[in-house]
């Protein structure tokens, strides 16, 4: 009998969908997701949003668009009144300046680097990726024609590339940087003094083009001004395509819109990759973004305040454990904890923990906690912690956490 995943439906797949991975993090998710169908207690932290409401009046603007009919497909670059809404924010927030005509709206920040990496790469063109990194980079690249360079940046550096890593990265073939700040995984942030120092090498390799995720830009803990490239080293800015959205900052990860500000030619370029694909993010979405970019931030101070009391919660517990170390993320709402202390224990079955992997497929079999091994993120030795759920799954996950793990000799 033919079932639908017989395998001899395989040859119609590509190659380049062969050799890619699914995301992790959702990966972890779905599996959490069965175990939980299966009737077993299950907490997940290995998903990456906001668990609070969107603020009402973005609500109000999504309603209120769909009232004035506003059903119809927008320009592919997004609406022209949400681009300058996002020139604005540039502008306020970044001190950057952009016309309307250099900002491209999509579906996400994630399909911004997309369609950037698309319109950009040819097969053999390299992209440095430091890592610890969000688990699309390498394989956006890849799915690309592009080849990731991967730079491992470990706790000893902050998880941060340092100038001399950069300046031994970059060849001939390399066309883009890829820099998070705050980082998913690890929280990282980079100074002014930072960015300064790695535009300095930058300028000494005018093929190198700059790809700033910003998208964790509001999620920040600690006093310090946000840096971005291009306003930290103006003479990269015609190289630098900066990334934002509202999933993050204003908990609209549902809503999907993101953009991209940078020179004319390449958001030319990214809106007719775009103009193939989903041709633009949902109009209903785009006039509520503009009341989120526009209004009140009032919120904001409560949902960093919620975030810091879990991060201090979390990496207070993660410190307990014995063979468990993490420093205090400076931003975002992942703790990055270290288990390499673990590796090399047995479990209670007699199975050794040889990887992050295992530690986490164990925590999640015995603990009921979903977490997402550091491997995933380009930096084994690791594992993720979104602390961005409730204070009482926190605290139980925690417990369970450091259950399973004093089971481990
Ligand atoms: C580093 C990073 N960039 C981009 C995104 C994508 O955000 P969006 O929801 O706007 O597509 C995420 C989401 O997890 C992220 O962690």
């Known amino acids: 009998m033919t079932t639908l995943n017989d395998s001899r439906s395989r040859p119609i797949l590509a190659d380049r969908v062969q050799s890619a991975k699914p995301s992790a993090t959702k990966e972890m998710t779905r599996l959490a997701n069965q175990l939980k169908r299966e009737g077993r207690s299950i907490i997940t932290l290995s998903q990456g949003e906001p668990d609070f409401p ?19 497909y927008t320009d592919v670059a997004g609406t022209h009144a949400l681009r300058e809404a996002v020139v604005r924010k540039f502008a306020r927030d970044n001190g950057l300046t952009f016309t309307p005509d250099q900002i491209q709206v999509g579906c996400g920040a994630k399909q911004v680097l997309y369609n950037a990496l698309q319109a950009t790469l040819n097969p053999g063109d390299e992209v440095v990726i430091p890592t610890p990194a969000w688990v699309s980079y390498p394989e956006m690249v890849q799915l690309a024609g592009g080849t990731p360079v991967i730079v491992r940046c470990d706790a000893a550096t902050g998880f941060k590339i340092t100038p ?17 700040s705050p980082s998913n995984p690890s929280g990282a942030v980079y100074t002014y003094d930072e960015l300064a120092a790695l535009g300095e090498v930058l300028l000494r390799h005018p093929q190198v083009w700059i790809m700033a995720d910003d998208i964790y830009e509001k999620i920040r803990y600690d006093e310090t001004p946000f840096a971005t490239p291009a306003a930290v080293t103006p003479a990269l800015a015609l190289r630098t395509l900066t990334i934002n959205g509202v999933s993050k900052a204003y908990a609209m990860t549902g809503w999907r819109v993101g953009f991209g500000a940078g020179p004319l030619d390449l958001i030319k370029a990214m809106n007719l990759i775009q103009s193939q694909s989903t041709s633009h993010t949902s109009s209903i979405s785009q006039a509520a973004s503009i009341a989120a970019l526009d209004g009140p931030m009032d919120f904001l101070p409560q949902f960093v305040k919620a975030f810091r009391h879990r991060r201090d919660f979390v990496v207070h517990a993660l410190n307990d454990i014995d063979g468990v170390s993490c420093d205090l993320p400076p931003g975002a709402f992942y703790a990055f904890p270290s288990c390499q202390a673990l590796l090399g224990r047995r479990d209670p079955s007699g199975a050794v923990m040889a990887s992050d992997s295992d530690l986490a497929a164990y925590l999640l079999r015995e603990g009921g906690v979903a977490i997402v091994p550091g491997s995933a993120f380009e930096l084994p030795g690791y594992f993720r912690i979104s602390y961005a759920a409730s204070d009482e799954d926190l605290s139980e996950a925690m417990s369970r956490i450091a259950a399973a793990c004093a089971q481990l000799r």
Do not use: C, F, Y
């Open 164 to 180: 001399q890593q950069l300046e031994r990265a970059i060849t001939p073939r390399t066309k883009w940087l890829m820099l998070n």
């Open 54 to 72: 969107t603020p009402e009046h973005v609500r109000e603007a999504g309603r209120a668009a769909i009232d004035r009919n506003e059903s119809r």
